[in-house]
């Protein structure tokens, strides 16, 4: 009986608090993801396309930027415009070209940083 009454009181009084940590937690989260798909960006940046053997390695980093995207819900939603593009690159290797990786690269960091600054502002 007296655990039960400190959960009401805790819920009852320290929701505020409580709701800050949850907050922090998602926010802790999202920003870990960002900097994954960033650092993944950075990668692909340092491989070129016209080069068979990092073509291969660009195609994989594509493949692991288009499963971490699509295994998110809000990164799904925000990144959606390029998700068919990403597939293409990884299916279709012929498809991949220093140019076109360079502007999906390019593109996908833009997205990243709106939505940054947009959940930065919804807080």
């Not at 798909?37 to 980093?61: T, Y």
């Not at 390019?106 to 919804?122: A, F, G, H, P």
């Amino acid at each position: 009986i007296v655990d039960s009454g400190i959960d009401i009181y805790i819920f009852v009084f320290k929701k505020k608090e409580i709701s800050s940590v949850f907050k922090a937690l998602i926010n802790y989260t999202r920003q870990l993801t960002l900097t994954e798909l960033s650092s993944k960006l950075d990668r692909l940046n340092e491989l070129n396309a016209n080069d068979p053997s990092q073509k291969e390695k660009a195609i994989n980093i594509f493949s692991e930027i288009n499963g971490q995207i699509k295994g998110n819900k809000r990164l799904r939603e925000q990144f959606s415009e390029v998700i068919s593009e990403l597939e293409s690159y990884c299916v279709l290797s012929s498809r991949v070209t220093e140019p076109r990786k360079r502007s999906l690269v390019s593109q996908i960091r833009e997205i990243i940083r709106s939505y940054d600054v947009d959940t930065m502002t919804k807080k």
